[in-house]
Structures are given as C-alpha cells and as structure tokens.
Nanobody
C-alpha cells in the first residue's frame, strides 16, 4: 500500500503561483510513477502532469504546458507540482496518484486515471479573477 497526502492548495489571484506537494508513505516510493489530476465541479477528472519513477521523464496536458512543472524528491518521498501563471480555468480539486512501475517501465508516465492504483484525498485550488 502507498498512502498519498496532498498539500499546498489555496486561493490565489489570476497570474499567481502555487506549489502543490504530494507526500507518500508506505512502499518504496521510487518504484512508483506519479501523476497529478484535477477535477472541477460538474467536470470529469482530467490529467495534468506525470513523472516517471526516477524523474527522468515528465508529461503534461496541453493546457498546462509551459506553466506547470512536475518534479520529485525521492529522498523525501515527495512529488511537487509548481503552478505558475494561474488562470481561472485551473480552479479544481487537485489529486496526486501513484502507480507501480517496474524497472523495464522506468520511463513510464501514465496519463489515464484508471492506470493508477493509489490516490490522495485532493487539495482545492481556486484562482480568482
């Protein structure tokens, strides 16, 4: 089992920045790819960003490319999502998720929510105009 806890959400003005954290406990964290997803009211959960187990590969949704950066510190069992130039449409609950990744799939960055096995409880991000 892997337990994930998100933090860092809050209220920010348009153009501002936030850094979300996803702290993991349980299994060896550096064997897991991690993704960030978000869900706005009345909308489906959507992919935001993912990072491979070693951090060697990252992928982003087109809507956040150039504004968001995903990174990880395996020594601290934590994945970060740095969000810059925030827009009102970024308002959502943000979730991190983890998926076991074998050494042969060490550059895997899953982008579908049903590929992930473990989820955090989410953190609210609200961007006000």
């Amino acid at each position: 089992q892997v337990q994930l806890v998100e933090s860092g959400g809050g209220l920010v003005q348009v153009g501002g920045s936030l850094r979300l954290s996803c702290a993991a406990s349980g299994r060896t964290f550096n064997n897991y790819a991690v993704g960030w997803f978000r869900q706005a009211p009345a909308k489906e959960r959507e992919f935001v960003a993912a990072i491979s187990r070693s951090g060697g590969r990252t992928d982003y949704a087109d809507s956040v490319k150039g504004r968001f950066t995903i990174s990880r510190d395996n020594a601290k069992n934590t994945v970060y999502l740095q969000m810059n130039s925030l827009k009102p449409e970024d308002t959502a609950v943000y979730y991190c998720a983890a998926r076991y990744s074998s050494s042969s799939s060490r550059f895997s960055t899953p982008m579908a929510y049903d590929e992930y096995d473990y989820w955090g409880q989410g953190t609210q991000v609200t961007v006000s105009s």
